[in-house]
């Protein structure tokens, strides 16, 4: 009996990868390696990928639970998660996010990292809430944010921590299209099968120079910012 809580589907030349552990989709060690895993064989099997979750809930962001373990705990699934979006970030086929509703924190930033991002109507939440929860805004997230978000609402989104609905997310720049829930598979492969169809040596060296500047700053700030989100005195 397969325990994952991640699928992996092949549509012709895309590969569907969908989060599904039957709860809010929170990012924990399982659900981080068994989504590494299927990039990497998409990777090797597709050309590209549509990455979408559970109806009603795309990702919660990191798994609180897993955290509560000390400053080590947390500070090891941070590193693994800014491995994982990163990687989303710089993964070199086109990557279609279909998001199938609340997309929080950690949830959001997988949200910005795809190349073309489609959300469905409803009551949903979506946004970067960590101050709201009293934790510090990673600066992956703010990084993600200042790249994908227009600019006059990254203050609300990072500092203030707000989230908002779909309908906003799209103006905000978290979406670029919205559906209504039953189309939003159909669209998402489409999506993927038009941007499949261009030059994957072209589309992945692009992509790399596009965003390389952001890979860089992320990482090299990174041992200092796990410093600031856990401070040991």
Not at 180 to 186: F, H, K, S, T
């Amino acid at each position: 009996m397969d325990t994952s809580p991640v699928s992996y589907q092949q549509e012709g030349p895309v590969a569907v990868i969908a989060m599904d552990d039957g709860k809010a989709n929170a990012l924990s060690f399982g659900m981080m390696e068994a989504l590494e895993a299927a990039l990497a064989r998409a990777e090797k099997e597709a050309r590209a990928v549509v990455l979408t979750g559970r109806a009603g809930r795309f990702s919660a962001g990191f798994d609180l639970r897993e955290m509560m373990g000390g400053v080590e705990r947390v500070r090891s699934m941070v590193t693994r998660g800014v491995g994982l979006l990163l990687g989303l970030y710089e993964f070199p086929l086109p990557l279609v996010v279909a998001c199938t509703g609340h997309a929080l924190a950690g949830g959001a930033l997988a949200l910005l990292t795809g190349d073309v991002r489609i959300g469905v109507r409803g009551a949903f939440k979506i946004g970067l809430n960590e101050v709201q929860i009293g934790l510090p805004t990673p600066i992956l997230a703010m990084e993600l944010a200042r790249d994908r978000l227009v600019a006059r609402h990254l203050t609300a989104a990072t500092l203030f921590g707000m989230t908002v609905d779909p309908e906003t997310a799209l103006t905000w720049g978290y979406l670029d299209l919205l559906v209504d829930d039953g189309e939003l598979r159909a669209r998402a492969l489409g999506e993927a099968e038009r941007l499949a169809a261009l030059s994957r040596d072209a589309y992945g060296k692009t992509k790399r120079a596009l965003r390389e500047k952001t890979i860089r700053y992320v990482r090299s700030t990174l041992a200092e910012d796990l410093d600031r989100l856990t401070p040991t005195a």
